[in-house]
């Protein structure tokens, strides 16, 4: 079984929707979680990140973390094709130096 | 914006060839990782560096090895590369202060095409 579980999608959405991007995670020793976004032919770039559990904004993205339920999240209000990627999740235990990926999750917004 | 650079971009080549995968960054980042990322699978960590002189195996058994004789630069080497060495490759950085020291920072990508 993986450490982290990320659906693959790829999930189709129309412009200006809601989206919510999910990974599971086995290790309760996670701490540091993090999402990348990472377009086509380009390397993954970091969009989100947090210590813990709680929630954290930034523009039209929200991170949230539930360590209870070893489930993260990742919501895109307002979804723009410029949204369309892949999105990766990661995760690493507080003093731990090798992060661990999901598969990611592709998304695509149509206009 | 991370400044981290990789060198070539795409590079096809004939198998029992030398190649050497460039990476640097101009972040003064102690850590340095490279990762080999296939179509739909996970981000697989092949080496890291802790800083000068020092380089580790990831969990990803590689036949590539690496070194870093300097800060900003972590080159990845293949002796003779293979057909099923045909992946892309990733450079990534990160650097220590808590509590920003595990968000790493990646390149653009190197796409290996081993014919």
């Known amino acids: 079984q993986k450490e982290v579980e990320q659906d693959p999608g790829p999930l189709s959405v129309p412009e200006g929707a809601i989206v919510s991007l999910n990974c599971t995670y086995s290790?309760?020793?996670?701490?540091?979680f993090m999402w990348y976004r990472q377009y086509s032919r380009k390397g993954p770039e970091l969009l989100m990140y947090?210590?813990?559990?709680g929630n954290k904004e930034d523009g039209r993205f929200t991170a949230q973390v539930d360590k209870s339920s070893k489930y993260i999240s990742l919501f895109i209000r307002d979804s723009q094709p410029s949204d369309s990627a892949t999105y990766l999740c990661a995760m690493v235990p507080e003093y731990g130096n090798k992060l661990v990926f999901g598969a990611g999750t592709i998304l695509r917004v149509k206009s | 914006e991370a400044d981290i650079y990789q060198t070539p971009r795409y590079l096809v080549i004939g198998t029992g060839k030398k190649i050497t995968l460039e990476c640097s960054q101009t972040m003064g980042h102690d850590k340095m990782y490279w990762y080999q990322q296939d179509p739909g699978m996970e981000l697989h960590l092949i080496h890291y560096?802790?800083?000068?002189?020092?380089?580790e195996k990831g969990d990803l058994s590689s036949e590539s090895t690496v070194s870093r004789i300097r800060t900003e630069h972590f080159p990845l080497t293949l002796e003779s590369a293979r057909p099923s060495h045909t992946s892309q490759y990733l450079c990534?950085?990160?650097?220590?202060?808590?509590?920003?020291?595990?968000?790493?920072?990646f390149g653009p990508g190197t796409r290996l095409l081993v014919l």
């Open positions: 290790n309760s020793a996670f701490q540091y």
């Open positions: 947090t210590y813990s559990s």
């Open positions: 990534a950085s990160s650097e220590w202060v808590v509590p920003h020291r595990q968000t790493q920072y």
């Open positions: 560096s802790y800083g000068v002189n020092s380089t």
